[in-house]
Nanobody
C-alpha cells in the first residue's frame, strides 16, 4: 500500500487548507485511515481518523470542530479539511493506513508541510 499526501502550504491564521491522501490499493484491504502531524521539536500526534466502511470518524480534542476528515471511495482518497487554522497547527502532516481493527498504522505517506502564520 502506498500513500501520497498533498495539499499543504502556507496560510494565515483563520484560513483553511484541504489535505488529500491518495491510496494506491483498493480500500477493501484497509480498515481505516488516519491523519497525524509532527511539529518541530515535538512528537508525532494523532489528528483524525476515518473508517472506510461506515465513514466513522474521530478527532483529537485540539482539532475537533475545526477539522473534518472524509473519504471518497471511488477515488481511493482521504481528505482533511482544516478550517480556522491556528499557528499551533503548523506541522508536517502525515496520512497513514491501518489494515485491520487490531493492527497498527502500518503504512505511511511522505508528509506534507502546513505552515500557519500569525
Amino acid at each position: 500500500v502506498q500513500l501520497q499526501a498533498s495539499g499543504g502550504g502556507l496560510v494565515q491564521a483563520g484560513g483553511s487548507l484541504r489535505l488529500s491522501c491518495a491510496v494506491s490499493e483498493r480500500t477493501f484491504s484497509i480498515y481505516s485511515m488516519g491523519w497525524f502531524r509532527q511539529a518541530p521539536g515535538k512528537e508525532r500526534e494523532f489528528v483524525a481518523t476515518i473508517t472506510w466502511t461506515d465513514g466513522g470518524t474521530d478527532y483529537s480534542d485540539s482539532v475537533k470542530g475545526r477539522f473534518t476528515v472524509s473519504r471518497d471511495n471511488a477515488k481511493n482518497t482521504v481528505y482533511l479539511q482544516m478550517d480556522s487554522l491556528k499557528p499551533d497547527d503548523t506541522a508536517v502532516y502525515y496520512c497513514a493506513a491501518k489494515p485491520t481493527t487490531d493492527s497498527a498504522y502500518n503504512y505511511w505517506g511522505q508528509g506534507t508541510q502546513v505552515t500557519v502564520s500569525s
